[in-house]
């Protein structure tokens, strides 16, 4: 006999489970809900889901059934196979497509009070096109006939996925749950890892970011210490002999969408690069403007690229790559993939290492600003954050510009200028002082000169080096400390 409820609430999440809670309420929410229902689960790959999936099958009664790479008909019997075992029948039901198995299905109801997971759905609509259009109509004949049935569609190809739920797609207004798995943050993802050093937990972050499988991947392997790290990443992600090896170009490899991968791997590589505007990738990699919009577009609905307003130049995009260990791929390994896989790791590493502080750490510690900045309480800065962003501020009298890592808004109001909460540099290597302050105050006066609301902007300074002795009164200076405990020191 299974229970979805507790006494005291939702069936409680497995103890094995790190974190997830909030995953957690909400898939066990769905599933004790009643009558007929969707829900859409998504996330890239090793995020997870499936460890949530399973888990919540075992513990509801539900049908996990996980598809794989296959035939339409292999994958019937499979799913035939998967159906008797839940259902306990003699007989394992042999179905001609998926039309006649999805309506058995839904007409033999659920056994059991758990929810019906099918994971990397993918893979089966992938070889069933009309498989969303098959699910539709027997989801919309058990909403009218009152039936109790609930269906969770699970996958990692992110464009695909994406896509189950929108525009003209079948399963469109069908849903009541829409998840999305995402990487652990940074301070979980440093208390995932087992680290309370904030500098070591940065820069192992800058390489692996909060996927949870990679520390599996390593084999528990985590580094000691700062003095570890350097060996850490030899033994580690430049060892040929280890799944993280190669997990960046796999990456790339799953999505579906993806038919020129050597292309695509070039558009990353321009952006893990510095080359952040669609010009910039363009020229980087010998190509027009006009002829990459596609491949942009494939890689942000994937997941790997971001593309973000800059928040003070209206229509003016920047692309930044979404996983740091693709950045990490891109500029560390990538260029030296021969000599890597032949064992030469150390040679590359000590080549690569000022590199690595430039174009990951430094990017990547920016990042984590914005990120401390989104989340921060409103007596940080002053106010609930609305918007967060980065971007570049005109000082024509100068004939220069003042690029701005971290801006923080107050929520829009019509008709009342734009309340600036906060302007920020960041800086992982650089020891931060007046000379930033003044840069910072330079672009606060411009800004008000434009008509936004500066009156009560925070100068901010974040820093991973540290700060001289008087940056300024009335600065925020956040350390690394800061960023993965409290709020920053105003000086």
């Known amino acids: 006999m299974y229970c979805l409820l507790l006494e005291d609430g939702l069936i409680e999440k497995p103890a094995r ?29 090793r995020q997870g889901k499936t460890y949530l999936l399973e888990a919540l099958a075992r513990e509801t009664g539900g049908l996990y059934f996980g598809a794989t790479l296959a035939t339409e008909s292999e994958s019937l019997r499979l799913f035939g196979e998967a159906l008797a075992t839940w259902t306990g029948a003699a007989v394992v039901p042999r179905f001609d497509g998926w039309d006649e198995a999805i309506r058995h299905l839904f007409a033999a109801g659920t056994p059991r009070p758990g929810p019906v997971v099918i994971d990397e759905f993918p893979y089966l609509s992938a070889a069933t096109p009309a498989l969303p259009s098959i699910l539709q109509r027997e989801i919309d004949q058990a909403v009218s006939a009152e039936r109790d049935i609930a269906v969770l569609l699970c996958g990692s190809a992110m464009s695909v996925m994406g896509g189950l739920l929108g525009g003209t797609a079948p399963l469109r207004g069908r ?23 904030p500098r070591l937990a ?7 970011g909060g996927t949870p499988a990679y520390r599996r991947f390593v084999g528990e392997d985590a580094p000691a210490d700062l003095a570890d790290f350097d060996e850490w990443v030899l033994r580690t992600v430049l060892n040929p002999a280890t799944p993280l090896f190669r997990e960046a170009r796999y990456l790339l490899d799953e999505e579906g969408g993806v038919r020129d991968a050597a292309l695509y791997h070039s558009v990353l590589a321009a952006v893990a690069n510095g080359n952040s505007t669609r010009g910039g990738i363009a ?40 996983e740091p260990l693709v950045t990490f791929y891109q500029v560390v390994m990538r260029p030296y993939w021969g ?104 672009a ?43 709020r920053g020191h105003v000086s």
């Open 283 to 322: 020229g980087y990699i010998g190509r027009k403007a006009t002829d990459i919009g596609h491949h942009l577009n494939v890689l942000e609905d994937a997941g790997l690229l971001r593309r973000e307003p800059d928040v003070f130049r209206s229509g003016r995009m920047t692309y930044r790559v979404a």
């Open 202 to 208: 940065a820069q192992t972050h800058a390489v692996v």
């Open 17 to 45: 489970i790190f974190d997830r809670d909030r995953e957690w309420r909400q898939l066990a929410t769905f599933a004790a809900r009643t009558g007929a229902r969707l829900g859409v689960v998504s996330g890239r790959r």
């Open 339 to 442: 000599l890597l896989e032949s064992g030469r790791a150390e040679s590359v590493w000590q080549d690569a290492r000022t590199r690595f502080a430039a174009q990951v750490l430094g990017p990547h510690f920016e990042q984590l600003c914005r990120e401390y900045a989104m989340a921060a309480p409103p007596e940080t800065y002053g106010g609930l954050p609305g918007v967060v962003g980065s971007g570049v501020v005109a000082d024509p009298a100068r004939r220069a510009q003042i690029q701005v890592d971290v801006a923080v808004f107050a929520p829009a109001v019509p008709g009342e200028p734009r309340r600036v909460l906060s302007l920020g540099e960041a800086k992982w290597g650089d020891v931060m002082g007046a000379r930033q302050v003044d840069r910072l105050a330079r």
């Open 175 to 197: 849903a009541s749950l829409e998840l999305v798995v995402r990487p652990f943050d940074h301070r979980l993802a440093a208390e995932f890892w087992g680290m309370s050093d």
């Open 444 to 486: 606060r006066d411009l800004l008000a000169g434009r008509g936004y609301d500066t009156r009560d902007t925070v100068l901010a300074c974040y820093s991973g080096a540290g700060f001289d002795a008087a940056p300024g009164t009335g600065v925020r200076l956040i350390n690394l400390d800061q960023l993965y405990g409290g």
